[in-house]
């Protein structure tokens, strides 16, 4: 095993609720208790917010709890707390 990146994360208030998976080649997603998912493009050393969107008032103050990646449909999918 080599180390290819080593990086320091900002995960939220609560860094022991981190959850985080890969997300595409040199792309990590993470989720900690926020209205967010975070995206660190390690590659570029970039990193973007993707807010939580929907359609009611509840969704604006929903957290997402959980995060996974599916590489063969290319499908991000992040669960939340309510």
């Not at 609560?14 to 997300?23: F, K, N, R, S, Y």
């Not at 993470?30 to 807010?51: A, F, K, Q």
Request: with cysteine.
């Amino acid at each position: 095993v080599t180390n290819e990146y080593k990086v320091k994360l900002s995960c939220g208030p609560q860094p022991e609720l981190l959850q985080g998976c890969w997300a595409g080649q040199g792309v990590l997603a993470t989720v900690s208790h926020e209205s967010m998912v975070r995206m660190w493009c390690l590659l570029e050393d970039e990193n973007y917010i993707l807010p939580l969107q929907g359609d009611s008032a509840k969704m604006l103050q929903d957290k997402a709890t959980c995060v996974d990646f599916n590489p063969r449909k290319r499908v991000l999918a992040v669960g939340t707390r309510d």
